[in-house]
């Protein structure tokens, strides 16, 4: 996952925007991705993932793309709700075990 | 029904005491973990077990000592509370890739 920043980056979006959020892992060993949604004063979310013989992968309202090539990971959410604020967070797999290594986090604030 | 349920919520206790967290899944899942997450939000993990075998063990003070009585259930026992060990601990289940979490105890050292 992304190497740990001295602070969480924000991203401020308008709603009804499109908001992109990025994430650099480094392992090139990984072949699974998540995305992760976290609310305040709660547990990361599952929001959807990719592995990594795909480099698009599209739910209800979000997107995640995967470009192996410089190792890069975005989740595009569209028509950004309020309810869409929260830390969200990038996790890789490496194939050879289960433990998820999580990117430092970015912060989505949704101005009404 | 809460999948992955841990207790307490928050924890406020003073230098030197020894604590514990409990934590319960209800999902059938072989692997449970325990994750740390800072003041910046970063989350590390600190264990992990398989079916009550510890799998997974990363650079953590001895201090901390996870038990597994049976595979639903993984306890965190932390001894000596240090100002350090302040954070929110996570604790989540996986039978695949994908982590279940619970909703985190917020631990203050005083």
């Known amino acids: 996952g992304e190497s740990v920043g001295l602070h969480l980056p924000t991203l401020s979006v308008q709603e009804g925007d499109n908001s992109i959020i990025n994430c650099a892992y480094s392992?090139?060993?990984?072949?699974?991705f998540i995305w992760y949604k976290q609310e305040s004063g709660k547990g990361p979310q599952f929001i959807i993932d990719?592995?990594?013989?795909?480099d698009k992968r599209q739910g209800q309202r979000v997107t995640v793309l995967l470009n192996k090539t410089v190792k890069h990971l975005s989740l595009q959410i569209a028509a950004t709700q309020p309810g869409d604020s929260a830390v969200y967070f990038c996790?890789?797999?490496?194939?050879?075990?289960?433990?998820?290594?999580f990117g430092g986090g970015t912060r989505l604030m949704v101005k009404p | 029904d809460t999948a992955v349920s841990q207790t307490p919520k928050y924890l406020v206790t003073q230098m030197g005491n020894d604590k514990s967290i409990k934590c319960e899944q209800n999902l059938g899942h072989d692997t449970m973990y325990w994750y740390k997450q800072d003041s910046k939000k970063f989350l590390k993990i600190m264990f992990s077990y398989n079916n009550k075998e510890l799998i997974i063990n990363e650079t953590v003070p001895n201090r901390f000592s996870p038990k597994s009585p049976d595979k639903a259930h993984l306890n965190l026992h932390i001894n000596s509370l240090e100002l350090g060990d302040s954070a929110v601990y996570f604790c989540a289940s996986s039978q695949a890739r994908e982590l279940f979490f619970g909703s985190g105890t917020q631990l203050s050292v005083l």
């Open positions: 996790a890789e797999n490496i194939r050879a075990g289960n433990m998820l290594t």
């Open positions: 990719i592995r990594s013989n795909m």
């Open positions: 392992n090139s060993a990984s072949d699974y």
